[in-house]
């Protein structure tokens, strides 16, 4: 069994960069830049949990990165470098090199290098686990807690497709099953703007990555901040495909869908010049969706359908 799972080593052993010390010792070392700290985020992926067991491998490669790296632009934090955990029932040496595929083209996209891990046997399915680690500037990190009465609220790129891909995937609306083969790559294979979230460090106030619904994780800043929200939802960036359902899924899916994996941000309004460079800069779509306020809670303004007390919940992973 030991030598079986030391070919998953084979899959992963990438050179590490220069001034790194990478796989091969008994730990990693990182450069860290003077004025800086270390951010560190980590998630589980559970198969059946968080993705289905006949995903692409290559995808779930991709996006086990994405959502971590995802959170250290949320940060306003520059990728350093991952490690990564993997719980296999049994050694599938295609399935490893797809994953393994997927993971690696995300780590030289966002510049975020895999310098460890560690494998077991699982006696259940496909457990991954991945932490990855950033540095931010001493005073330019975007916390929750810091957005103020008088903010724009920014979202980057789209909203909406991954939860339409993800009810289509489940069977659900099989009158618009066309639909998915153009929002599915929204859900199995997000594209943070991470460096986008690296240079917003100092420009803009609080972040958060949309990972569980616009309003749910808008929610978390809003409580961390004690401030009130407006959204304009005519200003909302709805994903394109999303054009011929039917209003209800819509207006759920771009309020409460989750897995969007790109951010919400608030900023003074004088920055808003500076937020606008930065984004073409990065190549990176941004809309101004709403105002922080005095007070608590989201108000959702314009909607096309009455906002009920239900459609302020998002998802909850223990519901
Ligand atoms: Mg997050």
Not at 6 to 24: K, S, T
Not at 101 to 115: H, I, Q
Not at 151 to 164: A, E, S
Not at 249 to 261: E, I, K, M
Request: proline share 7%; net charge negative.
């Amino acid at each position: 069994m030991a030598g079986e799972f030391e070919l998953i080593g084979r899959h992963f052993n990438w050179p590490a960069p220069q001034g790194f010390l990478g796989v091969g010792d008994d730990c990693a070392l990182l450069p860290v830049s003077a004025g800086h700290r270390l951010a560190v985020t980590t998630d589980l992926l559970v198969e059946g949990q968080h993705f289905f067991p006949d995903v692409d491998p290559e995808a779930l490669g991709h996006k086990a990165l994405a959502v971590n790296v995802s959170d250290l632009g949320a940060m306003g934090a520059r990728p350093l470098g991952c490690v990564l955990g993997l719980s296999l029932p049994h050694v599938d040496d295609a399935w490893l090199a797809a994953f393994a595929r997927g993971f690696r083209s995300m780590a030289e996209l966002s510049g975020c290098p895999l310098v460890g891990g560690d494998t077991t046997r699982s006696s259940a399915g496909v457990v991954i686990s991945v932490t990855a680690m950033g540095e931010v500037p001493l005073e330019g990190a975007l916390l929750r807690s810091a957005a103020k009465p008088g903010d724009d609220i920014w979202v980057t790129g789209t909203l909406g497709g991954p939860h339409v891909a993800l009810e289509l995937l489940q069977g659900r609306h099989p009158e618009h099953t066309t639909v998915l083969e153009e929002v599915r790559v929204s859900l199995e294979r997000p594209l943070p703007p991470v460096s986008f979230g690296t240079a917003l460090a100092g420009h803009a106030h609080a972040a958060i990555d949309i990972s569980d619904g616009l309003l749910q994780d808008l929610n978390h800043i809003l409580k961390a901040s004690a401030c009130a929200a407006h959204i304009d939802y005519p200003a909302l960036p709805v994903h394109g495909a999303l054009q011929g359902l039917g209003p209800e899924l819509v207006q759920r899916a771009v309020l409460n869908g989750g897995d969007v994996y790109q951010l919400c941000f608030t900023a003074a309004p004088e920055a808003k010049g500076r937020i606008v460079e930065l984004a073409r800069q990065h190549g990176v779509e941004v809309s101004v969706v709403g105002r922080i306020a005095e007070g608590s809670g989201i108000q959702v303004m314009d909607s096309p359908l009455p906002m009920g007390q239900d459609d302020y919940a998002g998802y909850d992973h223990f519901r």
